[in-house]
């Protein structure tokens, strides 16, 4: 069973999934070595303000999907990155993180930071994006 699939199974029970949130390599081996740790998700503003940015889209999306990749390779757990809202093209941010083969990265429902955006923008960036 690949990562992805394992991760899609254990979001559907049975219990409740515990996803420990990493900001960097170090942090994700210490959640992974925790007796019953099944996934590993990432932090976005800890990650970020690990890079010396503040949370909010202001790091360059390389830097992020870089550490994102490198925690993702260090542990033989799923992991779930969270990409903000997709970083100013939510469409290119899905594909590029595909194609560094991370299988799940949620997309927060925010317009400008701080503000929840309205609920058929939301349903329009969700719709946009490619399948994890």
């Not at 490198?70 to 542990?75: N, S």
């Amino acid at each position: 069973m690949s990562r992805c699939e394992e991760r899609r199974r254990l979001h559907h029970g049975p219990g409740i999934l515990v996803l420990p949130n990493a900001w960097d390599v170090a942090s994700a081996k210490a959640f992974a070595q925790l007796p019953g740790c099944r996934a590993v998700a990432t932090s976005s503003a800890a990650l970020v303000r690990s890079l010396g940015e503040e949370d909010g889209e202001h790091a360059p999306v390389d830097e992020v999907l870089r550490v994102v990749q490198r925690i993702a390779a260090a542990v033989d757990l799923p992991v779930t990155a969270d990409l903000e809202a997709g970083y100013g093209d939510r469409v290119r941010t899905h594909a590029r993180r595909a194609a560094e083969g991370l299988r799940r990265a949620p997309l927060h429902d925010q317009g400008a930071i701080g503000r929840i955006a309205p609920s058929s923008s939301s349903s329009v960036r969700f719709a946009s994006s490619p399948p994890p």
